[in-house]
């Protein structure tokens, strides 16, 4: 597997830090705090490093980098079975391409292993400081913040210039009440490793969103019975349409007006899926892309061959009852709440975040606080499509504020006013869609402003954001991916 996933491509040393323009020695020195390790705190560090501002620690409360893609028994990860919802190449970061081997939808020790090899090639590992947690960050009266650390040594504080939070969304497990208790196993969707400990049980799994289905299509291999409580119809999409990762698809219809691209769409996706009702599946209220789709072709295929029953959403609870809204009593041994999650920032003041979570956000591209300039939130958005790629492009907008070459808006507040009231408004107004952004808009609309920048692209010649020397990697995630596979295949042993 090594020599199939090999390549001389890979061979070659890490990019090196800072560029060859030239930073004041106060920008130079800023001491800059980033908040988490999984992928969008791992670009926001390179693009940091890319302008030479090395003065630059990020902190991770776990033991490795990668976030929720490190699998973890007894902390909310992935799953044993997670593949990426969306397909590799509208995945991978633009000047880090995954390799060309890889799957079109690549698992998590795919993924985790990309990740490492992303760290390892642009030299991210000095700058990260492992099992070391963020318990809390005050802003002082002069602006800086002073940010508490809880280590495997000590509690300290440091004081920062500037603050990175890339901490997720996926934070706390959010379930909904209901009338009743139900007194047999619950649990949340974080907490699902595998489908073994389910054999032979009659479990219910609450949701209609990507986790949900995994989890249900999983479960149903190994389970008596096994069924899915929609609150409301969905677009559950297969992952591939006529041979195309289905997102690849999609953007291929982009440069056609919405007046057109979207009723072709929802004509193939017809012609592929077929009625929702031959899946025992309401129809969607929304038209499509006006709520979050979920994508999954084998629930779609459970669905359809009975292996998974659907059912509407929860009337009341009872000791080992559920009932349905449609009057239907059912039986369970399990519960599974794939429900969501709540975003919070608990290290953080609540007059800084002082907004309502199940709202959209009061920040400038979902990044820029209307008040403290020196504070950043990147990839906390959920677009349609994979977040990475956009916090790339959130993190390089950090860094050139920081480094000085990208003004601050002076009409913030304005523009947030503007944004929260307008924009990305063709989506279901929902909780779950409240942070919820178009990739292709969004990502014009980073780009537009990161073209405002006083900084030319010769300028960036020899530095990390040099893209002509992408490299097309192999061996080194070819190394990574047999030992996390290996030592996955151990561990169920």
Same mark, same amino acid.
């Given at each position: 597997?090594?020599?199939?996933?090999?390549?001389?491509?890979?061979?070659?040393?890490?990019?090196?830090?800072?560029?060859?323009?030239?930073?004041?020695?106060?920008?130079?020195?800023?001491?800059?705090?980033?908040?988490?390790?999984?992928?969008?705190?791992?670009?926001?560090?390179?693009?940091?490093?890319?302008?030479?501002?090395?003065?630059?620690?990020?902190?991770?409360?776990?033991?490795?980098?990668?976030?929720?893609?490190?699998?973890?028994?007894?902390?909310?990860?992935?799953?044993?079975?997670?593949?990426?919802?969306?397909?590799?190449?509208?995945?991978?970061?633009?000047?880090?391409?995954?390799?060309?081997?890889?799957?079109?939808?690549?698992?998590?020790?795919?993924?985790?292993?990309?990740?490492?090899?992303?760290?390892?090639?642009?030299?991210?590992?000095?700058?990260?400081?492992?099992?070391?947690?963020?318990?809390?960050?005050?802003?002082?009266?002069?602006?800086?913040?002073?940010?508490?650390?809880?280590?495997?040594?000590?509690?300290?504080?440091?004081?920062?210039?500037?603050?990175?939070?890339?901490?997720?969304?996926?934070?706390?497990?959010?379930?909904?009440?209901?009338?009743?208790?139900?007194?047999?196993?619950?649990?949340?969707?974080?907490?699902?490793?595998?489908?073994?400990?389910?054999?032979?049980?009659?479990?219910?799994?609450?949701?209609?969103?990507?986790?949900?289905?995994?989890?249900?299509?999983?479960?149903?291999?190994?389970?008596?019975?096994?069924?899915?409580?929609?609150?409301?119809?969905?677009?559950?999409?297969?992952?591939?349409?006529?041979?195309?990762?289905?997102?690849?698809?999609?953007?291929?219809?982009?440069?056609?007006?919405?007046?057109?691209?979207?009723?072709?769409?929802?004509?193939?996706?017809?012609?592929?899926?077929?009625?929702?009702?031959?899946?025992?599946?309401?129809?969607?209220?929304?038209?499509?892309?006006?709520?979050?789709?979920?994508?999954?072709?084998?629930?779609?295929?459970?669905?359809?061959?009975?292996?998974?029953?659907?059912?509407?959403?929860?009337?009341?609870?009872? &000791?080992?009852?559920? =009932?349905? @809204?449609?009057? $239907?009593?059912? +039986?369970?041994?399990?519960?599974?709440?794939?429900? !969501?999650?709540?975003?919070?920032?608990?290290?953080?003041?609540?007059?800084?975040?002082?907004?309502?979570?199940?709202?959209?956000?009061?920040?400038?591209?979902?990044?820029?606080?209307?008040?403290?300039?020196?504070?950043?939130?990147?990839?906390?958005?959920?677009?349609?499509?994979?977040?990475?790629?956009?916090?790339?492009?959130?993190?390089?907008?950090?860094?050139?504020?920081?480094?000085?070459?990208?003004?601050?808006?002076?009409?913030?507040?304005?523009?947030?006013?503007?944004?929260?009231?307008?924009?990305?408004?063709?989506?279901?107004?929902?909780?779950?869609?409240?942070?919820?952004?178009?990739?292709? &808009?969004?990502?014009? =609309?980073? @780009?537009?402003? $990161?073209?405002? +920048?006083?900084?030319?692209?010769?300028?960036?010649? !020899?530095?990390?954001?040099?893209?002509?020397?992408?490299?097309?990697?192999?061996?080194?995630?070819?190394?990574?991916?047999?030992?996390?596979?290996?030592?996955?295949?151990?561990?169920?042993?």
């Amino acid at each position: 597997m090594d020599n199939h996933l090999g390549g001389s491509a890979m061979n070659r040393r890490p990019h090196r830090t800072g560029t060859n323009l030239s930073l004041s020695p106060v920008t130079r020195g800023a001491h800059i705090c980033v908040i988490g390790a999984g992928p969008s705190g791992l670009t926001t560090l390179k693009n940091l490093l890319a302008l030479g501002l090395t003065n630059v620690v990020c902190f991770d409360s776990a033991d490795a980098i990668g976030g929720n893609w490190v699998f973890r028994e007894d902390q909310p990860s992935v799953h044993q079975f997670t593949h990426t919802i969306s397909s590799k190449r509208l995945s991978e970061f633009e000047d880090y391409p995954m390799p060309a081997d890889f799957p079109d939808f690549p698992s998590h020790c795919e993924v985790r292993a990309y990740l490492e090899a992303y760290a390892a090639h642009f030299g991210l590992a000095p700058f990260i400081r492992l099992k070391e947690r963020i318990e809390s960050a005050t802003r002082r009266a002069d602006g800086r913040w002073s940010v508490r650390i809880a280590t495997p040594r000590e509690i300290k504080e440091v004081d920062f210039d500037y603050l990175i939070v890339c901490s997720g969304h996926h934070r706390v497990a959010l379930i909904p009440n209901y009338p009743g208790h139900f007194g047999g196993e619950v649990l949340h969707s974080g907490a699902f490793k595998q489908a073994a400990p389910f054999a032979n049980k009659r479990v219910l799994v609450v949701g209609g969103g990507n986790s949900a289905c995994d989890i249900a299509f999983e479960i149903s291999r190994v389970a008596s019975r096994t069924c899915i409580s929609m609150r409301r119809g969905s677009y559950i999409l297969p992952k591939k349409m006529f041979g195309y990762p289905v997102d690849r698809l999609y953007a291929s219809f982009r440069w056609l007006p919405q007046v057109i691209s979207r009723p072709l769409f929802e004509a193939v996706l017809r012609m592929k899926v077929g009625r929702w009702r031959d899946y025992g599946l309401r129809a969607p209220r929304a038209r499509l892309l006006e709520m979050h789709p979920t994508l999954n072709s084998n629930v779609l295929k459970a669905l359809r061959s009975g292996a998974v029953v659907p059912r509407v959403g929860i009337a009341r609870l009872a &000791e080992n009852e559920i =009932e349905f @809204l449609d009057g $239907i009593v059912e +039986a369970f041994d399990t519960v599974i709440w794939a429900t !969501g999650f709540r975003a919070t920032f608990p290290f953080l003041d609540a007059s800084v975040v002082d907004w309502n979570m199940a709202e959209c956000p009061p920040l400038y591209l979902k990044m820029m606080h209307r008040e403290a300039a020196n504070l950043y939130f990147i990839g906390f958005f959920q677009p349609l499509g994979c977040i990475w790629r956009l916090a790339d492009h959130q993190a390089r907008i950090a860094a050139l504020q920081i480094a000085g070459y990208l003004n601050r808006p002076a009409d913030i507040v304005a523009r947030i006013a503007r944004e929260m009231g307008t924009r990305h408004r063709r989506f279901d107004q929902s909780t779950r869609h409240a942070i919820e952004v178009d990739y292709h &808009e969004f990502r014009r =609309e980073l @780009l537009a402003y $990161i073209k405002t +920048a006083r900084i030319a692209p010769r300028d960036l010649h !020899g530095s990390i954001w040099d893209q002509r020397g992408a490299p097309h990697q192999g061996s080194d995630i070819g190394k990574i991916v047999v030992r996390r596979l290996e030592s996955s295949t151990a561990h169920r042993v």
